[in-house]
């Protein structure tokens, strides 16, 4: 392929596109499926058969929609006029979607995209006014906060576009970035364009992606790899799961600007084994590149040659750690290693090798496309661009957001997730899982960026962000987390794998209402060693959950050892 | 999910490494990585998906045709969470413990199901019948709490809803396991 072939793809995808005069978006990742997305999508199909529409509206499935808890998700789509999302659609309302919103149009002339500005949204209100009420409740419009507070970036083709289709991609700029790169940028180039962004690792430790990138193409080796990590194991988060069901190409166009930028000749997606969908789609995405010419030999005949492979994961937390993760991909236990030397100078197989987050490879195309100055003007002065949440737990709207660095927590909680259900009280958000903390109501107006998030004894991590009410026990979802890593701890150290379990037993004692106050010191030094002296980030953070909630839930472990039983209600 | 394959077990693999049909696809990811070493997981992964766990004798041939040691084979195996050594029960049932299910009380339900059912959580009752498993977040925090019944995704659960829906499965009123999409 030549990149004026990305063009010609482009304006063959556009020209299908505009003889439709609507889109009907069917929302097609897990928890839509799951909640019946196929039989709406039939339905869909069928309704426009039966009306003979087939030539004008265009009923497609497509990634994530957001608010994942609402689905199944259906968008419909007009030029010229906001987006309306519908939530909880089952095969019947999906067809008075089309029946009553799209038939009386019949006939009357698309508008233009030019017109006067408030006239789409004065059409869109008009015909939603003249909506039966029951249609009407299940309306998300654009202005929802939900939609109207994010910012995407990495996620701005998702719900755009077909996941499952290369040439739909590429019609939205995809593979353009690559293109551009090969063509008229050296790699130290594409180095400094990523380090003058400010873009820092993803996966939750902030580490700079460009200070990484020039270490491994100053390492020494003549072969060289590409990891992209999607072992994505903290429980309640799924956005790496996301990016990778829905945005499988863009993550495999940054792998590929990345190997060019570092030197390297093959790549691995490493996919955590319970994601079966994710894993199929990054196999056809990577099966349709190759076809294009967009992976293997010669990419757009610039002489660079990039070759990418799948290695599946077999459920093991620790095999996010980077050394733990390559000891996978070579077939062996996912045991961790002494750093360093890091893998940037001694990898998967001994070689230099980049292993960066799947999110993180995904937001190299946007920057690349729109430029380094660009990105860096979102986020805070050390957190740039955006970060995507899984956004759970005890909230009206949960799903999956995309939020620009510094917005405070309480738009994320309130207006977002639109608060918290039964007009219970907020408790506490935990961020980063089990190697993260928990943020108290009092530091709701804390900015979301790794540094604050840091001085609250919270990580920024990966994305999980789950919101806790008055109803759960801090000490328990303590204990949840510290028996979670007690069990995924590879047993490689001691203290990790002696204190997690040491820590687990405390608290269970504590919890049981056994407990002295003596206990919860123990558990605080304890804590202390368990983060020192542990071999591996998952030791390291394993205490962070217990000795964050001590910080800012004493008085529940206090009641607790008190000799008080455990309040009623918790989970 | 690979879980749901594993709802069916398969009674008479292990006696006959020869002869069974489901050794050729075993081998057939052994020849897509030119039978390096390296692929050790992805050869298991494939041995856990077509025969729904792994016995000592698949691991033993495994072990011969890779040329790994057993112990490393048997190493790996161990270490990581998807593989299994027994066979799973007729019917199984997932409880997801990822934090967003717990916080919403899947920790209540497993205890129900445990109690109700009579058999530990990644355990089957003796008759073969059922098994009741756990899984550490399988993504879909929206539909929590989640189970996964033979293959068919339940979103919000409750204690007493989710023993009528093991119920449910348990009395076979329910289709089998639609394959993953």
Known sequence: MQPSDLQTITHKEQAARAKYRARLLCCGSTACLSSGAAEVRDSLNRTVKLHQLGGEVQVMTSGCLGPCSRGPLVRLQEPGQPDVTYEAVNADLARRIIEEQLIPDLGEPAEPETGPHDLPHLRASLRKARAPRDLQDHMLPADNPFFARQMKVVLALEGQIDPERIEDYIAHGGYGALARVLAMMTPEQVIDEITRSGLRGRGGAGFPTGVKWKSVRGAPGDRKYVIANGDEGDPGAYMDRTVMEDLAHQVLEGMAIAAYAVGAQSGYVYVRGEYPLAVKRLEKAIRAAYRQGLLGENIFGAGFSFDVDIRIGAGAFVCGEETALMASVEGRRGMPRMRPPYPAQSGLWGQPTLINNVETFANIAPILNRGADWYAGIGTEKSKGTKIFALAGKLNNTGLIEVPMGITLREIVYDIGGGIPGGKAFKAAQTGGPSGGCIPAEHLDTPVDYESLKTLGAIMGSGGLIIIDEDSSMPDVARFFMEFCADESCGKCAPCRVGTTQMHRLLQKVLAGHGTPADLTKLERLGQHVKQASLCGLGQSAPNPVLSTLRYFRHEYETLVAGQTQAEGKA | ?181
């Open chain 2, 1 to 181: 999910m690979p879980t749901a394959a594993r709802s069916r077990p398969a009674p008479d693999a292990a006696e006959h490494p020869s002869g069974d049909p489901r050794f050729k696809l075993v081998d057939k990811t052994i020849q897509k990585f030119h039978g390096e070493k390296d692929a050790l997981l992805e050869v298991l992964n494939t041995a856990q998906e077509v025969f729904g766990y792994l016995s000592q004798d698949l691991m033993i041939y495994v072990s011969q045709q890779l040329r790994v040691p057993l112990a490393r084979v048997y190493g790996v195996a161990t270490f990581y969470h998807l593989f299994t050594f027994k066979p799973l029960g007729e019917h199984t049932c997932i409880v997801c413990l990822g934090t967003a299910c717990y916080v919403k009380g899947s920790g209540a339900i497993l205890a129900t199901l445990e109690k109700e059912f009579d058999v530990k959580a990644g355990a089957t009752t003796p008759d073969g019948k059922f098994s009741l498993t756990t899984a550490r977040c399988l993504g879909s925090c929206g539909l929590a709490p989640m189970m996964v019944a033979d293959g068919n995704i339940l979103a919000r659960n409750q204690a007493d809803t989710a023993v009528q829906r093991v119920r449910e499965m348990l009395a076979s009123r329910w289709a089998a396991a639609p394959k993953e999409a």
